[in-house]
C-alpha cells in the first residue's frame, strides 16, 4: 500500500502490458528507466530489482526484457509452466521415498562405479554410513 509499492505493481504491470513490442537483447534495466520512466537508484527500482532478481535468480542488467515479459506472462497463465496441485513436497515425497535420507552428516564419499545408481558414504553420528 506504499507509494514505491504501487508503483513497483505500475512497473510489472506496463511489463506485461508492453512485451509483445519489446525489442529482444534490450536489458530490463534499458526498459525500466526509459518506458516505464523509472529512476535509477530509486526506491521502486530497488523494489523492482529485489522482486524480479529473486523470481529469475539475476540482475535486472543481465535480464532480457522481452524474455521476462514472457516467462513472466507464461507462468502467469500457464502456458509454459505449472502450479503442482497440494504443492511441491508431495513431489518431493515421491522421489524420496525408499531412500535413506540423512541430513546435518559430512559426505567422506562419493562412489560412481556401482551398477545400480551412485552410493554415498557420509558420517553420522559418529560412524560411516
Same mark, same amino acid.
Given at each position: 500500500? $506504499?507509494?514505491?509499492g504501487k508503483d513497483v505493481l505500475?512497473?510489472?504491470g506496463q511489463m506485461r $502490458?508492453?512485451?509483445a513490442s519489446m525489442q529482444p537483447n534490450t536489458p530490463f534495466t534499458e526498459w525500466m528507466f526509459k518506458h516505464a520512466k523509472v529512476t535509477p537508484g530509486s526506491a521502486t527500482h530497488k523494489l523492482v530489482e529485489a522482486y524480479l532478481a529473486r523470481t529469475w535468480s539475476t540482475t535486472l542488467h543481465l535480464?532480457?526484457?522481452?524474455?521476462?515479459?514472457?516467462e513472466d506472462d507464461e507462468w502467469e497463465y500457464g502456458t509454459d509452466n505449472f502450479i503442482l496441485p497440494g504443492g511441491f513436497p508431495?513431489?518431493?515425497?515421491?522421489l524420496k521415498a525408499g531412500?535413506?535420507?540423512? $541430513?546435518?552428516?559430512?559426505?567422506t564419499a562419493?562412489?560412481?562405479?556401482?551398477?545400480n545408481g551412485v552410493r554415498v558414504s557420509c558420517q553420522y553420528k559418529g560412524s560411516t554410513h
Open positions: 500500500n $506504499t507509494p514505491e505500475r512497473v510489472i $502490458t508492453d512485451w535480464m532480457d526484457a522481452k524474455e521476462a515479459a514472457r508431495q513431489l518431493i515425497d515421491y531412500l535413506d535420507i540423512r $541430513t546435518s552428516c559430512p559426505v562419493v562412489d560412481y562405479s556401482g551398477p
